[in-house]
Structure formats: structure tokens, C-alpha cells
């Protein structure tokens, strides 16, 4: 069983950055699939960006691409979104989410197998 823990939310004004983290703590994690959604009240869990361990692979969707960025340090585990040029409409709870190695990368959430309790981001305008 993997577990994941989220850090690196929090309130920024818009244009702002932050940087999420997701630690993940099964060490066979560096052959998974990493993935970011974010959940706004009222909406539904959307894909943002994902990343596969072993080569980098990643994918983002079309709303963030340019400014965040996905990465991972697989000797501690951990999976990275550095959100840059952030804006009122990014403001959602951020998941971290994972499951094993594929050939692409899944953009639904129920693709993924393991999930974070979530961390919130709110951008100010």
C-alpha cells in the first residue's frame, strides 16, 4: 500500500508561485506513474500534470503548460509541481495521486490507484 502525503499549499497572490510536494512511501514508487489533479468547489477533479518515474515522461493539460512544472526526485521519493504565474482560477484542493508503470500518461482520476489527503491552493486576484 502506498501512501502519500501533499505539503506546499497555501495563499498567494496572483502572479505568485508555489511549489507542492508529494511524498510517497514505498520505495518500488520510482516504477510508478505520479500525477497531479486539483479539485475546485463545485467542479469536478481535473487532471493537471503527470509524470512517469523511471524516464520522466510527462504530460500536462492545456491550462497550466508553460507554467507549472512537474519533477520528481527519485532517491527521496518524491514528486514536485512548481505552479508559477499562478491565477485566481488555479485556486483548488491539489491531490497527489499515483499508479504503476504505463505506457502513458493517465489524465482520468480513476486510473489512479493511490491518493493524498489533498492540500489547499488559493491565489488572491
Known amino acids: 500500500q502506498v501512501q502519500l502525503v501533499e505539503s506546499g499549499g497555501g495563499l498567494v497572490q496572483a502572479g505568485g508561485s508555489l511549489r507542492l510536494s508529494c511524498a510517497a512511501s514505498?520505495?518500488?514508487?520510482?516504477?510508478?506513474?505520479m500525477g497531479w489533479f486539483r479539485q475546485a468547489p463545485g467542479k469536478e477533479r481535473e487532471f493537471v500534470a503527470g509524470?512517469?518515474?523511471?524516464?520522466?515522461?510527462?504530460y500536462y493539460v492545456d491550462s497550466v503548460k508553460g507554467r507549472f512544472t512537474i519533477s520528481r526526485d527519485n532517491a527521496k521519493n518524491t514528486a514536485y509541481l512548481q505552479m508559477s504565474s499562478l491565477k485566481p482560477e488555479d485556486t483548488a484542493v491539489y491531490y497527489c495521486?499515483?499508479?504503476?508503470?504505463?505506457?502513458?500518461?493517465?489524465?482520468?482520476?480513476?486510473?489512479?490507484?493511490?491518493w493524498g489527503q489533498g492540500t489547499q491552493v488559493t491565489v488572491s486576484s
Open positions: 495521486a499515483a499508479t504503476g508503470w504505463k505506457t502513458y500518461i493517465p489524465t482520468t482520476s480513476n486510473e489512479y490507484h493511490y
Open positions: 509524470i512517469r518515474r523511471s524516464d520522466g515522461l510527462t
Open positions: 514505498e520505495r518500488s514508487f520510482n516504477n510508478y506513474v
